[in-house]
């Protein structure tokens, strides 16, 4: 160990009492540092304007441009009966660049409240399927029923945290700030609705049959919406 020491310490001296090796190492030395220094300057001072532009979080205002598809369908139920209804969202002709946010339906009957009339009461319920959506979103209302000739409104959230409302974000670039509205895939498969009626006679009291089915009209309305993003000086 002493021996392995000592040779050690032979090869140390050795190095530094050559002259030329000790000149190559110094000018190796104060290169170094002179390449250094000149890099730190460039990053921190030079191009410091460059780096802040892609480090510095900006201000970015988000705007929706938004179309609209409408879908309807009339069916005729009989007292006591349920009818399913598919409408298959494939089928649309979405613009490029545009995704669905949410869809929004109307079921209304042909009855019209009135001293003479006994409203059928309606129930209609958005069933959870494959379609590629918010089901579990707390805004959701995929079930309603209504006995008074009034129409029943029932909504999904399709594309994540869609609302279709104006948002400012804080981003360090464009990309990142409108990476969250660029997702693929939402709004796939088929919106299915159940309808079902029960026909109400008046005072409960038909005796020639002749109200015992409705027709109902569900309107579906499907939003789809663009982002547009602005920085906000």
């Known amino acids: 160990m002493v021996a392995q020491s000592e040779d050690f310490s032979q090869i140390i001296s050795n190095i530094y009492s050559n002259k030329e090796a000790n000149r190559y190492i110094l000018v190796s030395l104060i290169a170094t540092i002179i390449m250094f220094s000149y890099t730190g300057y460039d990053l921190l001072v030079v191009r410091s304007d460059a780096v802040n532009e892609f480090t510095e979080m900006k201000e970015w205002s988000i705007t929706f441009d938004i179309q609209n598809e409408t879908r309807q369908e009339i069916r005729t139920l009989q007292d006591d009966e349920t009818q399913n209804i598919l409408f ?127 027709e109902i009209v569900v309107d579906v309305y499907i939003e789809m919406f663009k982002a547009q993003i602005m920085l906000v000086e």
């Open 88 to 214: 298959d969202l494939n089928e649309l002709t979405i613009p490029d660049g545009y995704s669905i946010g949410l869809i929004d339906i109307t079921i209304t009957s042909e009855e019209n409240e009135g001293l003479s009339v006994q409203c059928d009461s309606v129930a209609g319920d958005i069933i959870k399927n494959e379609l590629t959506a918010q089901w579990d979103d707390p805004s959701n209302n995929l079930s309603g029923q209504d006995s008074s000739c009034q129409p029943i409104y029932l909504d999904l959230k399709v594309y994540p945290n869609y609302d279709g409302n104006a948002m400012s974000i804080y981003s360090i670039n464009e990309y990142q700030a409108l990476i969250n509205w660029t997702e693929q895939g939402w709004g796939e498969g088929e919106l299915s609705i159940d309808l079902d009626l029960d026909v109400n006679s008046p005072a409960g009291f038909d005796p020639v049959g002749l109200d015992d089915d409705e």
